[in-house]
């Protein structure tokens, strides 16, 4: 079996770091699978290409991932849905697709659409933890209106931590220069942190205030670790990577 994984996002990011772990899985599985995706950020971690080299042939299984793929001259087509409102499936067509892969249960009620599908949620990072009593608190995610970063800053402040670490890229600037900048006597921007360990190991506990979340990745390696997670709750379903791998054969095969 091959495997051809597409995204059309594969810069930082929950998904991206979700097919990145799929990809390794399914190759130390014995599974010949690839990455592609139109940014760079992705290809030093697994098996990946430039989504510009994909070609695809009537033998490939192919999953694909926020981008309607032109095709359907494929031996599978499976789509692997990690967003809500930024993929609404009940405005796209669907009939190209065997099956759709959630992350959850409540994201696929969200999209409300009769198709065949697989919940199988990512792979969650386990690391140790101990904490480094600084009186730091984290917020983990995208700095945007849709995270509400700044109820997540308030929140830490207001419970008397110090300082807040904001892990996480700018993706809306207006959003940030209106309610992050004027807090930023207390508030240190880290940007992205690939090491997970480094990162949860910088804070005493991670706050929350997402409008909105198809999974809770950042919830999910809270709890796996042991770090103190506060704000909006998603109780995501965390899975070992053997139960992830035998969900992912059902809709392979």
Not at 19 to 28: E, V
Not at 65 to 84: A, D, G, M, R
Not at 115 to 128: A, L, R, S
Not at 137 to 143: E, P
Request: net charge negative; proline share 5%; charged share 20%.
């Amino acid at each position: 079996m091959q495997v051809k994984l597409v995204s059309g996002w594969s810069n930082p990011g929950g998904s991206t770091r979700h097919h990145i772990a799929l990809t390794n899985l399914l190759n130390d599985n014995g599974i010949d699978c690839t990455f592609y995706g139109p940014h760079e950020w992705h290809m030093d971690k697994c098996k990946s290409a430039h989504i510009n080299e994909c070609k695809l042939t009537v033998h490939d299984t192919l999953i694909s991932h926020f981008i309607q793929v032109p095709t359907t001259n494929v031996k599978k087509h499976i789509l692997s849905c990690h967003e809500t409102n930024l993929f609404p499936l009940d405005q796209i067509p669907t009939g190209g697709y065997d099956v759709i892969q959630y992350v959850s249960n409540s994201q696929r009620e969200w999209h409300g659409i009769n198709h065949p599908f697989k919940i199988i949620p990512p792979c969650v990072e386990k690391i140790e933890w101990i904490s480094p009593r600084n009186n730091t608190a984290g917020v983990v995610g995208s700095i945007d209106e849709h995270k509400q970063t700044h109820k997540a800053i308030e929140m830490a402040l207001s419970d008397g931590f110090d300082k807040v670490l904001l892990y996480g890229q700018i993706t809306d600037l207006p959003y940030f220069e209106v309610h992050i900048q004027p807090l930023m006597g207390r508030v240190e921007i880290r940007n992205h942190e690939d090491n997970r360990a480094s990162m949860y190991g910088s804070v005493e506990a991670v706050y929350h205030a997402s409008k909105r979340e198809t999974y809770g990745l950042v919830e999910a390696e809270c709890k796996a670790a042991g770090v103190p997670f506060r704000g909006a709750q998603n109780n995501p379903e965390i899975l070992t990577d053997e139960e992830i791998l035998e969900r992912w054969k059902t809709v392979l095969q």
